[in-house]
């Protein structure tokens, strides 16, 4: 028996949060979610995830920041980093290469989208 891959959403949207976790844990996945970059912090010590998905548009810090400095700290530099959020597809895509992230998933495309993504991810790694 394996264990599931955990994935950790960083979202101010309580539904957003509720629909993510709703879908990812159907899929099998040990789900937490946050909505600060203090319990980020907190949920990075304590329950280290598999990959992290960051929504791009929140109080107080943007996506990219958040990627940016999970990229660039040695202890989170290896977590896939996915920008998850309604922005324009395209404009998900800049982002994402400009921050570094390994993924983006565009939330107005349907949230169905975002397993097929982390397949992906983790048959890669």
């Known amino acids: 028996m394996h264990n599931p891959r ?3 959403l960083i979202d101010d949207s309580e539904v957003s949060r509720l629909v993510c976790e709703t879908l990812l844990v159907a899929e099998g996945y040990d789900m937490r ?4 970059l203090a319990e980020l912090q907190q949920t990075l010590r304590e329950w280290p995830p ?3 998905l960051t929504d791009m548009q929140m109080p107080g810090l943007t996506g990219v920041q958040v990627c940016q400095q999970l990229k ?3 202890d989170t530099l290896r977590i896939p980093v996915v920008l998850y959020s ?3 597809e395209e404009e998900l895509a800049v ?8 993924a983006f ?3 107005a495309r349907r949230h169905e989208d975002l397993p ?10």
């Open 6 to 8: 955990r994935v950790l």
């Open 95 to 102: 982002a994402a290469l400009r921050c570094g992230a390994d």
């Open 86 to 88: 309604s922005l324009p």
């Open 116 to 125: 097929v993504r982390l397949r992906e991810i983790f048959s890669g790694s």
């Open 72 to 74: 660039s700290n040695p």
């Open 105 to 107: 998933v565009c939330k």
């Open 33 to 36: 979610t946050v909505e600060t």
């Open 50 to 52: 598999d990959v992290i």
